[in-house]
Nanobody, 115 residues
Framework: QVQLVESGGGLVQPGGSLRLSCAAS????????MGWYRQAPGNQRELVAR???????NLAESVKGRFTISRDNAKNTVNLQMNSLKPEDTAVYYC?????????WGQGTQVTVSS
């Protein structure tokens, strides 16, 4: 059983920063990638950033230069540092773990960027 628990969402002003964390537990030894997706009202869920087992990363074009993804192997956590936030970053952010051709999801955490 894989469990993903997110933390760190909230309300922030434009230009501000937030850090999201996702703690994974369960049988995740053979995971392929972990990352973050987001979904704004009326939109499809989209990839924000992910980090692969070997350490390589890829980020959505819209967040490059502003967001950074990192992983703490010892704690089985993945972090998303979000800087220079914009109102269009407002969404529910979901932690994702991809393993053995299956996606696992966290419950989601709301990020609201507004003045």
């Amino acid at each position: 059983q894989v469990q993903l628990v997110e933390s760190g969402g909230g309300l922030v002003q434009p230009g501000g920063s937030l850090r999201l964390s996702c703690a994974a537990s369960g049988s995740i030894f053979s995971f392929n990638a972990m990352g973050w997706y987001r979904q704004a009202p009326g939109n499809q869920r989209e990839l924000v950033a992910r980090i692969f087992r070997g350490g390589s990363t890829n980020l959505a074009e819209s967040v490059k230069g502003r967001f950074t993804i990192s992983r703490d192997n010892a704690k089985n956590t993945v972090n998303l540092q979000m800087n220079s936030l914009k109102p269009e970053d407002t969404a529910v952010y979901y932690c994702n773990l991809y393993m053995n051709a299956r996606n696992y999801w966290g419950q989601g955490t709301q990020v609201t960027v507004s003045s």
